[in-house]
């Protein structure tokens, strides 16, 4: 599931000759060239070591279709529209836009490389929407929900009686995707057998269906994901070095949420506004403490877990219109250290004091099973104290633990 929503426009559906439900379809573009680039967003001690416009103006080694009249110039409303998914402002994600721009406009194949539910796909989608392939279709399949013994026929189709059950022709996915765009996530799954035929159908841009002697030419651009390391896969022999050259033409990172805390707040802000038509809400906003427990949490699971924790906080504090602290799922509550969000004295003394001692608060209170006389024990301070500091971070026992059995049982 990715984690953005495009508002202004819907997915084509491409037919999906498997019936499998990893896969799926929309449109996008073409044009020309591969060029052995290395791209990720920037962060303090590595820049981008690429120069991805080579890549736009070199020749691609195999013929494109020429694009339609009127296709040569990508319109700015077209670029924001195909961009719109990527909520975010901080200079990872702007970095990030700027390379999907330029990438669009070769026909090379991109190695995307992220941790799960950073939103590979959706760049993948940004990528295509804004080439020529957009008049073509964007097919996508997941190799790893495909067992070894189905993907072949599943990528390159099979002709009739070429094995048990194989009762008429079928298509592949890359037959299907043919003119378009074809992404293939999680592609440190495929089994060796895979990556020897992907690349030779990445070098010589023809394949053969199972059981066919004939090769099939075709003209897609190949778009790989995948959350693993994969240099660390080839060096470790479970990843084809060829292979891996062949993929990685251009590499893209996209860093996890945690790097890019400042676009907590906009996909926040985003996912409430998606949240509130759903319920029929006119708005939906968090209290200073929720919105503090989410920009503290380090997100293992990047922007998916960020979307599914605000449509479950949505969900449980329904008809209310401003999400408490308590409506969100105790991995937020208990591994943040939630501080009052207050980002312009982050840094400050009295920030950091106030984040700590807020952080042991919670965890002798926690670790007491939210008996306060034994809390303020274990911190030293008087049963009066210790509470006279919880009203002070706006948090209750019994707020927290209104679902616990006996939990917030006080002497």
């Known amino acids: 599931m990715d984690v953005f929503r495009d508002k202004s426009r819907k997915e084509d559906a491409c037919p999906n000759p498997s019936g499998s439900q990893e896969t799926n379809a929309v449109p996008r573009g073409n044009v020309a060239s591969p060029a052995d680039d290395n791209i990720s967003a920037p962060d303090d001690s590595v820049s981008s070591s690429v120069d991805v416009q080579s890549a736009a103006n070199a020749r691609s080694s195999f013929d494109v279709r020429p694009a339609r009249e009127g296709q040569s110039c990508v319109q700015s409303e077209s670029i924001s529209n195909a961009l719109l998914r990527l909520v975010g402002r901080s200079r990872q994600m702007l970095h990030v836009q700027e390379l999907i721009k330029k990438v669009s406009l070769c026909d090379a194949t991109i190695l995307i490389e992220g941790e ?12 295509h929407q804004l080439s020529r392939r957009q008049i073509r279709g964007f097919l996508a399949h997941n190799c790893g929900a495909t067992p070894d013994t189905l993907i072949e026929s599943e990528l390159f189709g099979h002709v009739k009686g070429a094995f048990t059950g194989a009762v008429q022709d079928k298509k592949g996915l890359f037959e299907v995707a043919d003119g378009g765009t074809f992404f293939l996530d999680e592609i ?24 066919e ?8 651009r190949v778009i ?101 602290f308590c409506a969100l799922s105790e991995a937020v509550r208990c591994n943040s250290s939630a501080v009052v969000c207050d980002l312009g004295r982050a840094g400050t003394l009295k920030y950091e004091t106030d984040r700590l001692e807020r952080k042991k608060i919670l965890e002798a209170l926690e670790s007491c099973m939210w008996n306060k006389t034994r809390a303020a024990r274990m911190l030293g301070l008087s049963r009066q104290g210790l509470l006279k500091k919880m009203r002070r971070f706006k948090f209750t026992a019994d707020k927290l633990n209104a ?3 006996g939990a917030g049982s006080e002497k």
């Open 224 to 324: 790989v994901a995948t959350n693993r390391d994969l240099l660390k896969e080839v060096e470790q022999g479970r990843f084809r070095r060829d292979l891996y050259y062949r993929l990685g033409v251009i590499k893209l990172r996209l860093p996890p949420l945690r790097e890019r805390r400042e676009d907590i707040l906009p996909l926040v802000e985003h996912f409430l506004t998606v949240q509130a038509r759903r319920v029929g809400a006119r708005s939906i906003v968090l209290d200073e403490h929720a919105m503090g427990a989410l920009m503290n949490y380090d997100w293992p699971g990047n922007v998916r877990e960020l979307e599914n924790e605000i449509e479950r906080a949505v969900a449980l504090g329904h008809p209310a219109t401003e999400i408490s």
């Open 403 to 405: 679902s616990r059995d």
């Open 116 to 127: 799960t539910g950073t939103g590979k796909e959706l760049v993948a989608k940004a990528i």
């Open 213 to 220: 002697t004939q090769p099939r030419r075709i003209d897609v």
């Open 188 to 211: 440190a799954d495929i089994s060796s057998m895979m990556q020897i035929k992907l690349l030779r159908v990445l070098q010589e841009r023809e394949f053969r269906r199972v059981g």
